[in-house]
């Protein structure tokens, strides 16, 4: 099935007019280690305002009033800041937030049924933040599509041009009584894509998504994948993302090429107690004139900030402290969703 409809799903590289993001507080799962997110969250949008605006969803006035006051501190752009009060049960807006298809000059907020990854987690307010964001004016006239259909932003990855980059094991778990053909159609109809490239391996343990594709490999320029490599044969993720390397040679542009493939490095192990969290490079995100990257402390940060520059070249290069982040099984991708040049109020 091949589409006619002009709108498309841009790249993560192509001009964006904000990043949305939502600020952590006593009532979401970050209660316990608050103040500690809160320093990667300053962080990150302290960076995101030197290149464009961070829209920043709040609970109430008295949140708002203490986001503006550590982000101040933090040396945030004042002017590209917005604050949008409204409810949500937690942070990851890559998964709430809307996936905003373009034809260039007209916008589509796509809003699909958001089920806390596979009803894992509470997630009735954040299936409502579109509609609710939608109602408070924060984007220009852009049609609103709900989709009564489970997918998160997190597991899908675009190259621009039509083609979508994504795992079975996350789908599947989604709709475990369809069959990859019929989940091919509804991808292809509802994000206007005219291919879709799977990936049967790769996975990081820690990760609740069920192995979403923006932890795993991401689209680049010029026909360009970025994915997490694993070269420590004691690590039990060896042969899995081993088996996801050879799966990415393996794929083919729409011209009948091999991507370009950059491999990125592998943090030591991190853990929480017993508990190993997952820290992966492949999370990062592109903003105007930059990408934002993953820092964990680790000798691997370095190559891994390298590896990325390298597949996004003339971008300057950012590292964001997350491991904060990923003690929630998420990391910097995950809390952030762009939103394309022109769809802003």
Sequence with gaps: MTSTSALRLPAEWEAQSAVLLAWPHADTDWAERLAEVETTYTALISAITRYQEAIICV???ALRSHAEALLQAAGANPARL?????????????????????????FQLTDFRFTGWGGKF???RDDELVRGLIARKVFAPAAHRRIDWALEGGG????GAGTILTTWQCLHQRHPQLSREQIETMLRSSLEAQRILWLDHGYLEGDDTDAHIDTLARFAPDQAIVYQDCDDPDD???????????ELAALR?????????????????IRD?????????????????????PAYGDAADG?????????????????????PLIWQNGSLHCVTMQLPKGVLA
């Excluded at 107690?273 to 990257?293: D, Q, T």
Aim: glycine share 6%.
């Design 156 to 159: 899908i990855e675009s190259d």
């Design 303 to 323: 190559e891994a900030a390298r590896v990325i520059a390298a597949a996004h070249p003339g971008r300057r290069i950012e590292q964001i402290p997350c491991r």
């Design 236 to 246: 039990h993720h060896y042969a899995e993302l081993n088996a996801m390397a050879e």
């Design 253 to 269: 542009t729409v011209d009948g090429q091999p991507y370009r493939l950059h491999a990125l490095p592998w943090a030591r192990p």
């Design 59 to 61: 609970a109430d006035a």
């Design 82 to 106: 917005r604050f949008v009060e409204i409810a949500y049960d937690d942070t990851w807006l890559r998964d709430s937030g809307p996936i905003t298809l373009s034809d260039g000059k007209h």
């Design 273 to 293: 107690g017993e508990r190993r969290l997952a820290a992966s490079y492949a999370n990062y995100l592109i903003v105007n004139g930059a990408v934002l990257i």
């Design 122 to 124: 509470a997630a009735s």
